[in-house]
């Protein structure tokens, strides 16, 4: 049996909770009425003043995302940085170390956001076709298939390479 706080198919967070819902990792805070939805849709906010640009879930986005059926996450995202988001997915199985050692992956294409200040919604694929193993993946067989059937930590980057820990910033986004 799987964890009842696992991935599911068709699972939301749209955090109007008032929380972060289980995110973490760059700076990140529940804003209300700043959603897709305009007035009572509320926002996660990130910010990183330097370090950085990710977001992580070890909680709610964990699991068998294969046998959940998951192959994409849709995410609105809306931001007006000097430059346009590169979105990836990055996961783990089992424990992340410094520098992104582990079990880890991240996406090969990265996909752009436009930094018009307008809501866009992106899909961001979890193929194991479609990532690649960190560089400083530990495993001595990387095999994202079956990180994907055990994933332990979750994240959202911006990076224009491809990269788990995601790029330093300073960049803020919703």
Do not use: C, E
Request: glycine share 12%; proline share 6%.
């Amino acid at each position: 049996a799987g964890r009842a706080d696992a991935i599911t198919f068709g699972m939301v967070d749209d955090f109007h909770a008032g929380t972060t819902a289980g995110w973490g990792g760059a700076p990140t805070a529940n804003v209300p009425n700043a959603g897709p939805a305009g007035a009572g849709d509320n926002a996660l906010s990130i910010t990183a003043t330097g370090g950085r640009v990710a977001i992580v879930n070890t909680a709610q986005w964990i699991g068998n995302y294969d046998a959940a059926g998951v192959t994409k996450i849709l995410v609105d995202v809306r931001h007006q940085n000097a430059f346009n988001l590169q979105l990836r997915v990055g996961m783990a199985s089992g424990v992340v170390g410094p520098g992104g050692a582990g079990d880890t992956y991240v996406s090969t294409v990265a996909v752009p956001v436009a930094n018009d200040g307008h809501w866009h919604r992106v899909a961001l694929s979890l193929s194991a076709a479609d990532l690649i193993p960190h560089t400083a993946n530990s495993n001595p067989s990387p095999n994202a298939a079956a990180a994907l059937a055990n994933v332990s930590h979750f994240r959202i980057l911006h990076n224009p390479v491809a990269n788990f820990l995601g790029a330093n910033g300073p960049a803020t986004f919703y």
